[in-house]
């Protein structure tokens, strides 16, 4: 396949003139590099190497004014903004931002296209002032500053430019305006060079001026890149541009058109595949590059096309292993590597300039890949120290000194990474040098292992260093809020470069890099509405109409660049894979591209389509089953001689996977900081401020005085337990504060019923309160002890009759301590796991103290305390009309007895596996 370049080197060849006194200006730099090469294949003897330049250097050099970056260039913005403003009307420099990029992207496509800047702002100036009613007298201030700002929108560009211009420098518009200025002197001492464009397409106003200038006097000539079936086709978007300067170009009157070229109709494989996500589309290419590898064992003429570049990492983990060589034209953006997040986690913890920092973003600092190892000192991590301290003790938001007293070994490092910035970013500054300069020297411990993270931390002392310049040049960097602006607008725009043999192997690039290359086998990806093309974006202060009205390019311009971008790399490849996105969505780009759909619809070409889906096996869902082995059977003997709760039992019920996790692999859940106070944290301290409440009256009758006694101590004994339990947790403000509450008014609820009932005629004695047992069960079928452990919350005589009282701080209804038949209430854990626990108090209070009388068992439900004493029930049938017994009788023990046993022993047969319900 004969490449376009090649085909202009060949052409000059046969002129028989010196290749080395040519000039040649190219779109991009990257397409100077293959011209070289091409250069080096065409000629066998040695010369000297042309001057090769990218249109941008170029027309850098006819203007001879030096291009800033977008920060330095919204610096000096500022500064012409702040000598031209008034003091009442003057934005700080993070509003300005705001707007003055916007500003500057239309400057520069004012000087681009050469409009007249007087006539073009006076024109916007006018649109404002219909649209805002400038004639009317009761215009508000902000109206009057508003127009203002249009009306000196010519002022401030002449500002700007006369300022940039004096100081040698320029936006890229600006350099374009200038260049066009001086471009009659470089032809005035330039006349025996020789410029050779070589594949150009769409082009602004000053750019169209510059080579025209240049061909006029015969002191260049342009080769383009176009088939005939885009440029002699009425409505074919590829060839718009070209065709236009074709047809408007003075120059072609008397001139030959060089090239119209016949390669796109040749016999090409296109597919076109259709694959969900992104990360489907990165797999699927590992796939066709590693066919291509086997098949040809060389990708030289090889390109895969990103057409959106966040797909470079997922590309990257999915390149075969056997491809050796690659080129990589784009950097990896700075914004997606791990010591992005860091810096990001420290402007996140510093922005509000609080002395107290919250727990979440302190953990998420800590737990960095790159800090974490800080802390180590021998075979402990006094991050991770810091860390359960704070969820042990709810700790949400610390100090710095709080963290220090926590891992005072380390003191510096949590001095530097905590220490205020008092919303001043030279403080920042120097605290982000230094961390990146300590994480440097520890790297360097293990240099060969940590060659990558170096290079990081390389590029973000860069970063940094230009943020320090900026600030010590302009000092208008006065907040933390606009130190990370202007650190993720860097972010954004820089890039960690990948080194590669340009020339060799597989070729990775973006669709703006693929600019006059070409390649035999073609991948281009994200092949989607709102990638290719780009679709429709108004990040302009010009409207639409005004536009058109002067030549400004609009999404429709944009749209045709792409349109021949993409066809431009399908000319003259023979094997063509063509990827979108089957899954659209917000962020990844919509529906199949238009592309895609124009390819159907001109017919020339045989489209191979398909779908393909990611393999992925049907995966039934399988409850898990752990058979129980000796060892297994030894851990349950010892849970059984320890003792089994009431809980550990109804969580077996519910699911013995679970019982297996807890109880035999001892696993627990992960503990983490209580910001909102958990619904067990507050049971808990209900429980215990109960028994403060009632273990003086144990043994005695209530009375409505001792009541009324407790319901005064009931917020003292409330915070004493909540600061016991919640330990450093607040509770004096937000959601914490309403649950205390809460707390509080559970408790006095309770005590107002116990008063009513007492009021009612009725006796309550206390017999025990939290009652811790621990009792043994006679199961005969096991040759090893069996125990029963548990806390009774309160034992009572109510009018006589013993009542078993289980406290609930959530709501239970009375059907949830009723049951029907004996054999359900160890099966069915939502229906019967309130009865079971009830039940199994009543037992084992009967094994300790046997019964005599018939008994109660129930619970108080402090979400129901309306419907009091909810009272385990046995029905004998369902419905209207069953009859309830709900005094526990040594009959209705041996029947719970029975079930219990049941239980235990399947607990404890070796030949029943531990197996997952479907819960």
Request: net charge neutral.
């Amino acid at each position: 396949m004969a490449s376009f370049i090649n085909d202009v080197l060949n052409d000059l060849k046969k002129k028989n003139v010196n290749i080395s006194d040519f000039t040649y200006i190219l779109p991009s730099k990257r397409a100077g590099v293959f011209l070289k090469q091409e250069l080096s294949n065409i000629y066998s003897q040695t010369f000297f190497s042309p001057y090769i330049l990218s249109i941008e250097e170029f027309v850098e050099e006819l203007s001879q004014l030096k291009q800033l970056s977008n920060i330095e260039l919204l610096f000096e913005f500022y500064c012409i903004y702040l000598k031209n403003t008034s003091k009442e009307n003057l934005d700080n420099f993070d509003t300005f931002s705001k707007w003055a990029q916007i500003l500057l992207q239309d400057f520069n496509e004012i000087d681009r296209y050469l409009i007249p800047q007087e006539k073009i702002f006076n024109y916007l100036s006018a649109i404002q002032d219909i649209n805002h009613w400038s004639l009317e007298n009761n215009q508000t201030q902000l109206i009057k500053n508003y127009l203002s700002f249009w009306k000196k929108l010519n002022t401030t560009y002449a500002s700007l430019t006369n300022h940039l211009i004096n100081k040698g420098f320029g936006y890229q518009g600006l350099i374009y305006r200038e260049a066009v200025e001086n471009i009659e002197s470089y032809i005035q001492t330039n006349q025996d060079k020789k410029h050779i464009f070589i594949g150009f397409n769409a082009l602004n106003t000053a750019e169209e001026t510059i080579i025209q200038e240049l061909l006029h006097n015969d002191l260049a000539d342009i080769y383009w890149d176009i088939d005939d079936s885009f440029i002699n086709t009425t409505n074919h978007d590829a060839g718009f541009f070209v065709k236009m300067h074709k047809k408007n170009w003075r120059y072609y009157k008397t001139h030959t058109f060089k090239w119209v070229s016949k390669n796109y109709n040749k016999e090409k494989n296109i597919s076109i595949i259709g694959i969900p996500k992104n990360v489907g589309q990165a797999k699927y290419i590992g796939e066709l590059l590693l066919k291509q590898k086997n098949e040809n064992n060389n990708l030289n003429n090889t390109a895969v096309v990103l057409g959106d570049e966040n797909l470079l990492i997922p590309l990257l983990n999915s390149i075969p292993k056997n491809i050796e060589s690659l080129n990589i034209t784009m950097g990896l953006p700075l914004r997606i590597i791990p010591l992005a997040s860091l810096f990001d986690k420290l402007f996140t913890l510093h922005k509000n300039n609080k002395a107290f920092y919250y727990y979440k973003d302190i953990i998420s600092l800590l737990s960095h890949q790159f800090i974490r190892p800080l802390f180590n000192i021998k075979k402990t991590n006094l991050a991770e120290n810091i860390i359960k301290n704070i969820q042990a003790n709810n700790l949400i938001y610390l100090s710095k000194d709080k963290l220090i007293s926590l891992a005072i070994e380390k003191k510096d490092i949590i001095a530097l990474i905590f220490d205020s910035w008092e919303e001043s970013p030279k403080i920042a500054l120097q605290n982000c040098a230094e961390l990146i300069l300590i994480l440097k020297e520890h790297l360097n411990l293990n240099k060969n292992e940590n060659l990558l993270g170096l290079e990081y931390l390389y590029k973000f002392h860069e970063v940094f260093n230009i943020l320090n310049e900026l600030n010590f040049k302009y000092n208008y960097i006065n907040s933390i809020k606009v130190l990370h602006s202007l650190y993720m607008e860097i972010l954004n725009n820089e890039t960690l470069d990948f080194q590669g043999e340009p020339l060799q192997g597989l070729q990775i690039m973006g669709m703006l890099e693929s600019r006059v290359l070409d390649f035999e086998t073609v991948i281009i990806s994200s092949v989607n509405e709102g990638i290719l093309p780009s679709g429709k974006s108004n990040n302009s202060f010009i409207p639409y109409g005004v536009k058109i009205e002067n030549g400004l390019p609009t999404y429709k311009e944009k749209d045709a660049v792409y349109t021949y971008h993409f066809y431009r790399l399908l000319q003259r490849a023979k094997n063509i894979y063509i990827l979108y996105n089957t899954e659209p969505d917000v962020l990844n780009g919509g529906e199949k591209s238009r592309f895609i759909t124009q390819l159907e619809i001109e017919g020339i070409h045989n489209l191979k389509q398909f779908i393909v889906a990611p393999k992925t096996p049907i995966i039934k869902t399988q409850l898990i089953s752990v058979p129980k082995t000796e060892l297994m059977m030894s851990k349950i003997k010892s849970v059984a001689s320890n003792g089994f709760s009431p809980s550990s039992l109804t969580n077996y019920m519910r699911n013995p996977i679970d019982f297996y996790y807890q109880k035999i692999l001892e696993i627990k859940e992960e503990d983490s900081a209580e910001e909102i106070v958990a619904s067990n944290t507050l049971g808990t301290v209900i429980h215990n401020t109960l028994e403060d409440l009632y273990t003086p009256l144990i043994d005695g009758f209530l009375s409505v005085e001792a009541v009324k006694t407790m319901k005064q101590n009931i917020a003292e004994k409330v915070f004493l337990h909540f600061h016991k339990i919640y330990k450093e947790g607040d509770i004096t403000k937000g959601k914490n504060l309403i649950i205390f509450e809460i707390a509080k008014r559970y408790i006095s609820n309770f005590l107002n019923a116990e008063i009513e009932t007492l009021k009612q005629g009725n006796t309550i004695k206390i017999l025990q309160i939290e009652t811790a047992l621990n009792v043994s069960i006679d199961i005969p079928e096991l040759d090893f002890p069996v125990i029963l452990k548990g806390k009774v919350d309160r034992v009572d005589e109510y009018n006589g009759t013993m009542r078993i009282i289980d406290y609930k701080t959530g709501k239970v209804e009375q059907s949830k301590v009723e049951i029907i038949n004996w054999e359900d209430i160890t099966t069915d854990y939502t229906k019967y796991s309130k009865s079971f626990q009830v039940l199994i108090y009543a037992y084992m209070l009967n094994i300790s103290i046997p019964f005599t009388n018939p008994v109660e068992a129930g619970i108080i439900s402090f979400k129901n305390l309306k419907a009091g004493f909810l009272k385990f029930s046995k029905k004998d049938k369902i419905g209207i009309g069953a009859k309830k017994d709900s005094l526990i009788t040594q009959e209705t023990l041996e029947s719970f007895y029975n079930e219990l046993k049941s239980l235990i022993l399947e607990i404890c047969n070796p030949e029943i596996p531990f197996t997952e319900k479907e819960v």
